[in-house]
T-cell receptor, first 111, second 114 residues
Framework: SQQGEEDPQALSIQEGENATMNCSYKTSINNLQWYRQNSGRGLVHLIL?????REKHSGRLRVTLDTSKKSSSLLITASRAADTASYFCATNAQAGTALIFGKGTTLSVSS | GAVVSQHPSWVICKSGTSVKIECRSLDFQATTMFWYRQFPKQSLMLMAT?????????EQGVEKDKFLINHASLTLSTLTVTSAHPEDSSFYIC??????????FGPGTRLLVL
């Protein structure tokens, strides 16, 4: 079953703007991960944030986690056309168990 | 990083035939592998957990007799879609897990049933 919701479902921005996507989940988690998927392709792992972490950075990506609200956000700064893709959050309850994916946000960055 | 491969990358078959999809962990041993299905414009849905040397665990609503999973070795899990029908057309993705935090996803197999 789906773990939670992501919003917005779709986001269209101009190159250079920032994109923020949010993810909510329903149960206790071990960690939360964000993935990118280009149309018709496989998943690319972006970043993992553990349940005891609140913020993490990787290049132009910034992820926050609020376990009290059971939510996470992914910020992509200075977006590029190549960032156009679908973005999914995924959680698992314990290390080594299946990931449960959110519904995803489709990001379109126009040049 | 660890690599997971899937074969075939795409397959077209006639309704009623069976299709086997392989998932291999290329440089590590995976006691557990996971199979997901993704319909167009939707997210990944977990189908089943494949355990090496034992029976797979299926998610609610997934027919175990239709989606046969075999995990005979620490590097190979197979998913067989039996008597495939057009509604089984989808993108099938496997991942290999270990005790580590990161799972490694295969590139996916696109199945089209005519």
């Amino acid at each position: 079953s789906q773990q939670g919701e992501e919003d917005p479902q779709a986001l269209s921005i101009q190159e250079g703007e920032n994109a923020t996507m949010n993810c909510s989940y329903k149960t206790s988690i071990n960690n939360l991960q964000w993935y990118r998927q280009n149309s018709g392709r496989g998943l690319v792992h972006l970043i993992l944030i553990r349940s005891n972490e609140r913020e993490k950075h990787s290049g132009r990506l910034r992820v926050t986690l609020d376990t009290s609200k059971k939510s996470s956000s992914l910020l992509i700064t200075a977006s590029r056309a190549a960032d156009t893709a679908s973005y999914f959050c995924a959680t698992n309850a314990q290390a080594g168990t299946a990931l449960i994916f959110g519904k995803g946000t489709t990001l379109s960055v126009s040049s | 990083g660890a690599v997971v491969s899937q074969h075939p990358s795409w397959v077209i078959c006639k309704s009623g035939t069976s299709v086997k999809i392989e998932c291999r962990s290329l440089d590590f041993q995976a006691t557990t592998m996971f199979w997901y299905r993704q319909f167009p414009k939707q997210s990944l849905m977990l189908m089943a957990t494949s355990n090496e040397g034992s029976k797979a665990t299926y998610e609610q609503g997934v027919e175990k007799d239709k989606f046969l999973i075999n995990h005979a070795s620490l590097t190979l899990s197979t998913l067989t879609v039996t008597s495939a029908h057009p509604e089984d057309s989808s993108f099938y993705i496997c991942s290999a897990g270990s005790k580590a935090e990161t799972q490694y996803f295969g590139p996916g197999t696109r199945l089209l049933v005519l």
